[in-house]
């Protein structure tokens, strides 16, 4: 007998399954979007000064906005998308690949086109997110 199911012979355990870590409606692509326009407004703010500490700080924020990308598209690419999607859109991998490729570039320099690349890149996978839902929620189109 294997030790869980020792377990849940001694103990009232149900079993609970969901298609995401949580149950549905607790990832959206839009966590990765608010960070990548704050990638790149930090990289336009930074060509809009010349007070040195401003930049510094505009490099600072944007590195770890980028980051934060890279996290929230990894989640989603990993917690949300299962087996069936990447049937129904085989192009999924490549494009969540190179998104974070996207934010990374984005956190290497001030160039605001880095930051507009990444923004489009996530709009490609938050178009497929939203399909598989069956479209956007009324409080994301209002």
Known sequence: MRLTSMIRSLVDIPVVDAHCDLMCGVYYPEQARIEAESVHQCAVK???SDDEVFRA???SIKEERAELVKH???VLWTDYFKPPHLEEYPELHEKFWLAIKAAGDAKKTMDPQAGEDLLAKIDEIAEIFWATKGGKPEWLTS
């Open 46 to 48: 930074y060509h809009d």
């Open 57 to 59: 700080r505009c490099i």
């Open 72 to 74: 929230h598209l990894s």
